[in-house]
């Protein structure tokens, strides 16, 4: 390296960690004003738009300081990219311009602070400076958009390597002219058996999954890396993995033996798949108040629960071999989150949009799908039950698992968050690609669309910000601890890459103009499918109040 360029690497780095520094001061500072006002977490409801802003403001500062711990360690392996450091510089930049513009409009929240010295104004400035985002854009789109980023690991580097051609190779299979994944799509297919099965050849259904009991246990960095790439072929690819995951997760931290070891090999081999089903026709994000009812019964002189009541919105439903069901075995309402237990809902498969399913013991299952602009390839079904038996054993935990339900799973919805944030990055990531693409191909107004600066910014602006997204998730599966059951990464990680990943989606479809409002255009599914990314584990809001801001504001509570 010059020394010009060792210069310029040293300034701009300096500056990306100042400014994130700075932003982490300013979050700090929100935090703790909120935690006086919110008398610690117990008055939330009563300041749901301060904790709103406040889960925002720690979001995005943990994410530009992942990002430029990013570019620190690049530089410090004597890698340094200049690239990864001006996405640092103005993915800081951006974050404190929007903390400080919330602090001075909001002044109460942090305690009279939020202002800006002229030092910093001036790193602020640089950062945002219209020509280094256009230096990112042009960069980007030179290099097509494509992630090669640095994982330091080996296991995932090769992951992504591998998955990156197989998704290319299998889900994006053209066939007549059009891909399999999008094909799914505008179809409204099923997502093939024959996919499923390369997936159960490859492992992949184990990742999570102890070697002990079958599985391949990747650890979270590769897994999130698997997710991404086959998120990025199709949404409903990365999303394959995520349901077995939540059921795993519950199995380890409270079934009995006898259940890991039925259970566990099955789902690590693919040769069980689940769906799970929690939400309610009128049960969203608040789950103590789920209705659907398991009372002890007997039928055919065996002893089990017989389960009667609705759920909704259980992607995957008529495919899967069982059910992961949360539901009220204590009558008693007001007892709420304890009086839930989670089971092992076997039933027959089916791969059409409604079914109904008569058990021996006479017991009916019956589902519907729910029509929905994207994420499609799995459907999401109403279900209701009508005294449908669940043998004894199937209780997650057996007679020390009633009671518990919620508990159990709250580890595997963690982790369906983090996996999430990976599902993001891979849409957001697919965007981009598409986007650099179409800008070098269309030609208007004599020349093509990606030598006009607005394009270059534009493009700039979006690539630095899924950096800082792909990093804080990245930093966050390092960092979580295996079986952790609600930690605050993994929320963080959630909100702040599923956001990104519509922003990218929708801008990516303003560069292709008409055009990509076309069905037959890829990026309208990109666009239809991001929309459910802050909505599916964890409702935005809720995630934001309940998860995020609690956490932050009542740790012990949160």
């Known amino acids: 390296m010059t020394s010009d360029a060792t210069t310029t690497t040293t300034t701009t780095l300096a500056g990306a960690r100042a400014l994130a520094d700075r932003a982490d001061a300013l979050a700090r500072a929100a935090i703790e004003r909120a935690a006086v006002l919110t008398r610690g977490g117990a008055d ?29 360690a690049l530089a410090a392996s004597g890698r340094a990219d200049p690239l990864s450091e001006d ?10 311009q929007k903390i400080a513009s919330v602090a001075q409009a909001h002044p109460d929240d942090f305690g009279g602070g939020g202002a800006l010295d002229e030092s910093v104004r001036a790193l602020v400035r640089s950062g945002l400076d219209d020509g280094r985002l256009r230096r990112i854009g042009e960069r980007v789109i030179a290099g097509g958009g494509v992630n090669n980023v640095e994982l330091d690991d080996d296991d995932a580097a090769s992951t992504r390597a591998f998955t990156r051609q197989f998704a290319r190779l299998e889900v994006l299979k053209e066939e007549d002219g059009i891909a399999l994944a999008d ?68 199995l380890l931290e409270g079934g009995t033996e006898r259940q ?34 398991a009372a002890l019964g ?37 007892k709420g989150y304890a ?32 029509a929905t602009p994207g994420y499609r390839g799995m459907h ?28 159990l799973t709250l580890g595997g919805f963690a982790i369906g968050r983090l996996q999430t944030g990976g599902r993001a990055l891979g849409v957001a990531q697919a965007a981009l690609e598409k986007a650099c693409a179409y800008v070098t191909q269309r030609t208007q107004f004599g020349r093509p669309i990606a030598g006009y600066q607005l394009t270059q910014y534009k493009i700039g ?55 990509g409002y076309a069905e037959e255009d890829r990026i309208a599914r990109f666009v239809a499918d991001a929309q459910v990314l802050p909505i599916f584990e964890g409702v935005k809001a809720t995630l934001e109040l309940k998860v995020i801001a609690r956490a932050l504001v009542a740790p012990e509570r949160g």
């Open 461 to 515: 602006v979006m690539a630095t910000r899924i950096a800082a997204a792909r990093q804080l998730t990245y930093s966050v599966a390092r960092t979580t601890a295996p079986g952790a059951r609600a930690p605050l990464g993994p929320a963080m990680a959630k909100l702040f890459a599923s956001d990104i990943a519509v922003y990218a989606t929708q801008d990516a479809q303003l560069l292709h103009g008409g055009w």
């Open 183 to 250: 094909r799914i799509h505008r179809d409204d297919l099923l997502v093939p058996e024959s996919l499923i099965r390369q997936f159960a050849e490859l492992g992949f259904f184990g990742s999570s999954v102890p070697e002990s009991y079958g599985g391949t246990e990747m650890g979270y960095l590769t897994m999130i890396v698997l997710t991404e790439e086959l998120s990025a072929a199709s949404l409903i690819a990365g999303s394959l993995l995520t349901r077995s995951e939540i059921l795993t997760r519950a």
């Open 298 to 334: 007997e039928r055919d002189g065996r002893r089990g629960w017989l389960i009667n009541g609705a759920k909704a919105w259980c992607t995957f439903a008529g495919r899967a071999d069982v059910l992961a069901l949360l539901a009220r075995t204590d009558a008693d309402a007001s």
């Open 339 to 370: 009086g839930l237990s989670l089971f092992i809902v076997p039933k027959e498969t089916f791969d059409g949009h409604k079914f109904a399913y008569r058990q021996p013991e006479g017991g009916l299952l019956t589902g519907e799908a729910i």
């Open 87 to 96: 996405e640092a510089l103005a993915c800081a930049a951006e974050v404190v």
């Open 260 to 293: 890991k070891r039925t259970w566990l090999p099955r789902l690590a081999s693919g040769e069980v798949l689940v769906a799970i089903s929690v939400t309610e026709p009128d049960v969203g994000s608040d789950v103590a108040s789920v209705q659907c009812r």
């Open 380 to 407: 999401s079904f109403v279900l209701n039950f009508d005294d449908y038996f669940v043998p004894a054993e199937n209780l997650v935990g057996e007679e020390q698992g009633i009671g518990r339900g919620f508990y």
């Open 44 to 72: 939330i409801d009563e300041h749901q738009v301060l904790c709103q802003r406040l889960a925002m403001i720690a979001t995005e500062a943990r994410a530009a300081s992942a990002l430029a711990a990013h570019a620190e």
